[in-house]
């Protein structure tokens, strides 16, 4: 599904490294990345770097549905003034 990426380069370990993170790629292509991440140092900072980036994001997302419960506490107060 992936015919124009070549896992031997870093360009195209870069490419794939989105996939390869919401785990889109087959086990076959997520095994050429994990190969090369663990031969290349530059394609491995680039993905702990998306690897955190997307961590934070789902974090960040996840916290975005908890003011519910805040706004309902501030509107609960705002009803006993
Ligand atoms: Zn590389």
């Known amino acids: 599904m992936h015919?124009?990426?070549?896992?031997?380069?870093?360009?195209?370990?870069m490419q794939a490294l989105d996939d390869y993170l919401s785990r889109e790629l087959t086990p076959e292509e997520a095994r050429q990345v994990d190969e090369h991440l663990e031969l290349?140092?530059?394609?491995?900072?680039h993905f702990q770097f998306e690897r955190a980036?997307?961590?934070?994001?789902?974090?960040?997302?996840?916290?975005?549905r908890a003011p519910?419960?805040?706004?309902?506490?501030?509107?609960?107060?705002?009803?006993?003034?």
């Open 68 to 81: 519910a419960t805040l706004r309902a506490r501030v509107l609960s107060m705002l009803d006993q003034i």
């Open 40 to 45: 290349c140092e530059l394609c491995m900072s």
């Open 3 to 13: 015919d124009s990426l070549d896992f031997d380069t870093c360009l195209g370990v």
């Open 53 to 64: 980036l997307v961590m934070h994001i789902r974090k960040k997302a996840q916290e975005v």
